[in-house]
């Protein structure tokens, strides 16, 4: 018997004791168990070693026997994380910490973060959800204000204390109104948390600026004046930001799918009052009174007299300025807030319908003009009767973008308006010449209805490519002009030769495709394969043949050549006028633009994935050639929409603009059309510099802030422009290409390039580089050489582009293919690559994708992966950045997500040439 003991007690001495974490409402707490996972009250009996160990047990035995740890949070007496740090920097030492399944805990340290997920509640789209999930994608339970356990790991967490508490108590739902504030709220606890907000980007850097606001709160029974100076941005009030002591807001753009961060200036409001206070100040003394209004912040109160002097004098002039609200307690006042109706009698006139209209006000009737010019003066109408009639001030732009001042009584109406008419236009009887003229508009959103047979061509149309022509038909049937903007690789040029040979069904047609130089024989080359009967010839080069356009149907031409022989051509014919990378033409001020403009055809067509690619001036060049009478004079056009949109970020008139161009744009995405194409996957590899390029970078950049603030001092920034661009440019080199300032110093790119090219190759993959430099072309094709590795390359000065295609798609033992960015970027099918390194970043990160989507596009069998290759603490990762704040600007009207603001301001040039 006493054997049987002493084996029984050396096979507890034997045994190990384990750490179990569990979790409960209160936190998270350390348990011993053994290894049965049995909770081990006495451990006398085990003999333990490690030292690391024993100390956590004794601090759990140690809360076990004191009684002060007992209460309401600790009935248990366990050993909570939350309330004992210091347990974690022994559990992290211990290989003994598992799971209540007895699995091992491991331990992630870094790499960790917390994203906040909102969407909509599943079947109400009124109500919002708030969920935290680590690393986007796990649950997790809260262990102490840095750890946080999912299954049977322990994430690290950079967080300040608290923070991981109070979000976790954000998991709840909410509606969608409150979503601005919900988001600015989860904002505030900082960079340890990522946002997701529905499908919505999350941009920095918004540009939205408070809106001020005149609020009259009441007239009070003795006629005094409640006001209160407020402001808002979007749903979000000044209280709100005050009450959380919050310097930025979360803004919704569902226009634009994106959540812009704005920051919030906190003097802005103070001042405000000041102002408003000196102007009550002003009427105070001419009316001479004392003690008649009480200011306590940003609260007001003025007694009746000086009220009415102000509200007449003073606040109808500030709703020009601030927004008022509240203006229907203003009715003791003689101020009523009034929607007019617009009516009249229209006919037609040459696009555009002309006739006597008129604002009907209360009851009385204005001349249009007369209303908006006193508008733009005082802000407000006088009736009759004496009463000032507020009109809200988006519904006047509104109607000045409209309603043009034809000189005489009378107004017009521009046919390219008539969708933007229908709120305005109340009285429909006397519409029914709109009504008539809205038949193309009608017909536009029936295109899959329309009747145009597709001529024989030797392709198959796909559902999308047949809708494409039937739309170019559509537009071409009615005398207007269109934007084909597909994404690249869906079939532009097989979509207008088709348009093209369904013209040339009628004899003697003559058609003109205007193209970069790139482009021609790609361009021969795709009619002859698809419409062989199409007689076509190039006209183009030293000895170009005048009399080609004699002898064929279809002339295929550049943009310089059209620039050098615009006076030969201008007087000349055509019946339609094809322009293929359309962008060409987006300066409206460029010598090649204006060319085009005088060009002479009854039917005109643009071909771009990138329609617009820098700022809205582009839009109007590419409309001014489309259909010249859409949008008057370039002044006009910035007074109506580039300055509301670009400076103001004027929802009404995006609205506006985007319900104005939608019939003259068709653009498709790959994603929504071509449902087998395989995935792109693109991803960013951050690469530290080495001592020497380290050293040479900052000497110039250093000399380049120095020297480039002293001239903005001196000269101003316009006239720096010059310098700002040699000193980005000459930045950009050092980042990718040192070698071209000095010999002996290389790129910390060229090695991490190279390598995983080498891994690439090595797989089976074919890749394609883009870069912006020839040197830096040299310095790659030489590693390559070095490795063994069969490659092409082409740059501007390559002339049989075509032919090094073909060898690159058909020929196994070239691996790469190296070329410049620009030269890569258009008109090139290279479906043969999958993998795909941007060596440096270009300012518009359209280019970028053009160039990927060489390899992404119709063909393409395999998963896409493309690499953009950024230094660190450069001027490229600062370009990433001004990317990303400033892409997307007219996301909302085309769907392209390529656009970039080209100018720089002087905040900018701090950012990129700053420490």
């Not at 986007?136 to 299954?151: A, H, P, Q």
């Not at 408003?276 to 609260?299: M, P, R, T, W």
């Not at 050639?625 to 004027?650: C, R, V, W």
Request: net charge negative.
């Amino acid at each position: 018997m006493r054997e049987k003991g002493m084996e029984s007690n050396l096979k507890k001495i034997n045994e190990s004791l384990f750490f179990t974490l569990t979790c409960d409402e209160v936190g998270t707490y350390v348990s011993l168990v053994d290894s049965n996972g049995d909770i081990v009250e006495n451990t006398a009996e085990y003999e333990i070693s490690d030292e690391n160990d024993l100390k956590i047990i004794d601090l759990i035995q140690e809360i076990k026997e004191d009684s002060f740890f007992s209460g309401w949070d600790n009935e248990k007496n366990e050993l909570y994380i939350d309330e004992n740090i210091e347990i974690l920097d022994y559990l992290k030492s211990s290989k003994k910490v598992v799971t209540g399944d007895m699995n091992p805990i491991k331990w992630v340290l870094s790499g960790n973060k917390i994203v906040l997920k909102i969407n909509f509640v599943e079947d109400d789209f009124d109500l919002c959800e708030g969920k935290l999930l680590l690393n986007g994608e796990k649950d997790f339970r809260i262990v102490s204000d840095n750890y946080v356990l999912s299954e049977d790991t322990l994430y690290w967490i950079d967080l300040p204390k608290d923070t991981i508490h109070i979000l976790k108590e954000m998991e709840s739902k909410f509606s969608k109104p409150e979503l601005e504030k919900y988001l600015t709220l989860a904002s505030s606890f900082g960079s340890g948390i990522e946002i997701e907000c529905l499908d919505y980007e999350v941009v920095e850097d918004g540009n939205l600026k408070p809106v001020q606001e005149l609020i009259i709160e009441k007239i009070s029974q003795d006629n005094s004046l409640y006001l209160k100076i407020g402001a808002s941005i979007s749903t979000i009030d000044y209280e709100f930001l005050k009450a959380h002591n919050l310097d930025r807001a979360l803004v919704i753009k569902d226009d634009l799918k994106r959540v812009e961060i704005t920051k919030v200036e906190a003097a802005y409001l103070d001042e405000t009052v000041e102002e408003i206070v000196k102007n009550i100040v002003k009427h105070q003394k001419n009316l001479k009174i004392k003690s008649s209004f009480y200011v306590d912040g940003n609260f007001i109160i003025l007694q009746e007299k000086l009220a009415r002097e102000f509200v007449t004098q003073e606040l109808l002039q500030l709703a020009g300025k601030y927004k008022v609200v509240g203006t229907d307690n203003l009715k003791k006042y003689s101020v009523k807030a009034v929607k007019p109706k617009v009516v009249g009698n229209f006919k037609h006139g040459i696009d555009f319908l002309e006739g006597d209209v008129h604002l009907e006000i209360e009851g009385e009737k204005f001349s249009i003009v007369d209303v908006l010019n006193s508008f733009k003066k005082d802000s407000y109408i006088v009736l009759s009767d004496g009463t000032n009639a507020l009109i809200n001030r988006k519904y006047m732009e509104k109607l000045e973008r409209v309603f043009k001042d034809n000189g005489k009584s009378n107004v017009k109406i521009s046919f390219f308006d008539l969708p933007i008419i229908d709120d305005l236009i109340e009285d429909k009887v006397l519409a029914n010449e709109i009504k008539k003229t809205k038949s193309f508009y009608r017909g536009i959103n029936q295109i899959e209805n329309y009747n145009a047979p597709t001529p024989s061509i030797n392709a198959t149309l796909r559902e999308y490519q047949e809708y494409g022509y039937k739309w170019l038909r559509y537009l071409m049937d009615n005398s207007l002009g269109g934007c084909l903007a597909d994404d690249m690789g869906l079939g532009k040029t097989l979509q207008a030769i088709t348009l093209i040979t369904s013209l040339h069904l009628t004899p003697k047609r003559k058609t003109l495709i205007i193209m970069p130089k790139s482009l021609i024989y790609n361009w021969e080359s795709e009619i002859r394969k698809f419409s062989p009967d199409l007689k076509c010839g190039i006209y183009y080069g030293n000895f170009r043949d005048k009399t080609i356009f004699n002898n064929v149907e279809v002339i295929i031409t550049t943009y310089g050549t059209v620039r050098n022989d615009i006076e030969y051509l201008k007087e000349m014919k055509f019946d339609l006028i094809v322009l293929d990378e359309s962008q060409n033409i987006k300066n409206v001020n460029a010598q090649t633009t204006k060319a085009v403009m005088l060009l002479d055809s009854k039917y005109r067509l643009a071909l771009s994935g990138t329609p617009i690619e820098n700022n809205l001036g582009e839009l109007y060049s590419l409309f001014r050639f489309l259909n010249p009478s859409m949008f008057g004079t370039l002044d006009e056009f910035n007074y109506h929409y580039a300055n509301p949109i670009q400076k103001e970020n004027d929802k009404e008139a995006i609205e506006e603009l985007k319900k104005k161009i939608y019939p003259f744009i068709l653009r498709r995405v790959k994603k929504e059309v071509l449902k087998d194409l395989p995935d792109k996957i693109e991803k960013t590899l951050f690469i530290g510099m080495n001592p020497e390029q380290k050293r040479l970078y900052e000497e110039r950049r250093a000399y380049y802030y120095g020297m480039i603030n002293s001239q903005i001092k001196t000269q101003g920034l316009g006239k720096t422009q010059f310098y700002i661009l040699q000193a980005l440019n000459e930045l950009r080199q050092l980042t990718s290409c040192p070698e071209m300032k000095n010999p002996n110093v290389l790129s910390s790119k060229r090695e991490v390039l190279i390598n995983n090219v080498q891994d690439a190759v090595e797989n089976g993959h074919k890749v394609l580089i883009f870069t912006n430099y020839i040197k830096s072309i040299e310095s790659i094709t030489s590693d390559l050489r070095k490795r063994g590795i069969k490659y092409l390359e082409m740059t501007g000065a390559t002339k049989d582009r075509q032919g090094l295609v073909n060898l690159f798609q058909k020929d196994k033992k070239y691996k790469v293919f190296v070329m410049t960015l620009k030269t890569g970027g258009v008109g090139l099918n290279l479906t043969a690559a999958d993998t795909i390194f941007i060596y440096d970043p270009w300012w518009n990160k359209t280019v970028e994708n053009q160039a990927v989507d060489r390899a992404y596009r119709l063909g393409q069998d395999r998963t896409v992966f493309s690499y953009k290759l950024i230094l660190k603490d450069t001027i490229e990762e600062k370009i990433l950045k001004l990317q990303e704040s400033k892409s997307q600007l007219l996301d909302n009207l085309i769907s392209d997500e390529g656009a970039t603001l080209k100018t720089l301001t002087e905040k900018d040039i701090e950012f990129i040439l700053g420490e």
